[in-house]
């Protein structure tokens, strides 16, 4: 048996920063043109100073990272540290595991509404047929709809 010498492989080096969570640029695509950024910005205030990363960024950051296939909050440290994933979707800062658990706390009924009412207006605009024959929808299976498309 003759084994075939392989052939020679160019190896190349780059300067350039790459991630492999280049899919989240299609989730921030179709959550720009759903201006979900700007809803999370009106509706949601839970933090008290202005400084580190804002609600927007911090929920965006959330739903890249389940988008992206992570289903904890220790993930949200993996994207934080990979600086071209958090640069494609236009984020400006993202929060650890630790700070985004201390966040998450934060959620009283009023945010959990508006998170609601957000995620309902949300699947209107994308399925509206389907939203009007079951009129209950929740922020999980929007969120399990953006993670299965």
Do not use: W
Not at 5 to 17: L, M, N, Q, V, W
Not at 102 to 123: D, M
């Amino acid at each position: 048996m003759v084994i075939p010498k392989p052939e020679k492989i160019d190896i190349d080096f780059t300067d350039a920063k790459l991630t492999g969570m280049a899919g989240s640029l299609f989730v921030a695509r179709l959550a720009n043109q759903l201006k979900l950024p700007d809803l999370l910005k009106e509706q949601i205030r839970l933090k008290k100073r202005d400084r580190g990363c804002d609600d927007k960024d911090s929920l965006l950051g959330l739903i890249h990272n389940f988008c992206a296939g992570n289903g904890k909050l220790s993930d949200m440290d993996t994207l934080r540290a990979d600086k071209p994933a958090v640069n494609l979707p236009g984020l400006e800062d993202v929060r650890s595991s630790r700070r985004m658990g201390e966040y998450l706390a934060l959620f009283n009924a009023n945010a959990v509404k508006s998170l609601y009412s957000i995620a309902h207006s949300l699947c209107l605009q994308i399925a509206p047929d389907v939203i009007q024959l079951n009129k209950k929808v929740t922020c999980l299976s929007f969120l399990t709809a953006l993670k299965l498309s």
